[in-house]
Nanobody, 120 residues
């Protein structure tokens, strides 16, 4: 079955950096787009960035442009989110996401999330 396992979250000071990883299994990783979402307390989950199967970045939230970078390693079946110049407003649970075909429809999968806290 499809599994997405995030890691790399933690507590960081404003201006610091973190790299999140999402290890995928149970599907043909190289064939599908991958995304990072985040959800802050009391707010809706929002898309942070999406990367195509070929490595092209198709979506990126305006609030993270120039600071965050999504990438993937198809050989390792892993997607990354490099986060630089972190701000307190980046504090959230970060989720890995993908959509893969399931018969005649598509199914959406989420990881368990990893907490990122930006605070001095």
């Amino acid at each position: 079955q499809v599994q997405l396992v995030e890691s790399g979250g933690g507590l960081v000071q404003p201006g610091g950096s973190l790299r999140l990883s999402c290890a995928a299994s149970g599907f043909t990783f190289s064939a599908y787009a991958m995304s990072w979402y985040r959800q802050a307390p009391g707010k809706e989950r929002e898309l942070v960035a999406r990367i195509t199967s070929a490595g092209g970045v198709t979506n990126s939230a305006d609030s993270v442009k120039g600071r965050f970078a999504i990438s993937r390693d198809n050989a390792k079946k892993t997607v990354y989110l490099q986060m630089n110049s972190l701000k307190p407003e980046d504090t959230a649970v970060y989720y890995c996401n993908t959509r893969v075909p399931n018969g005649i429809t598509w199914s959406t999968y989420w990881g368990q999330g990893t907490q990122v806290t930006v605070s001095s």
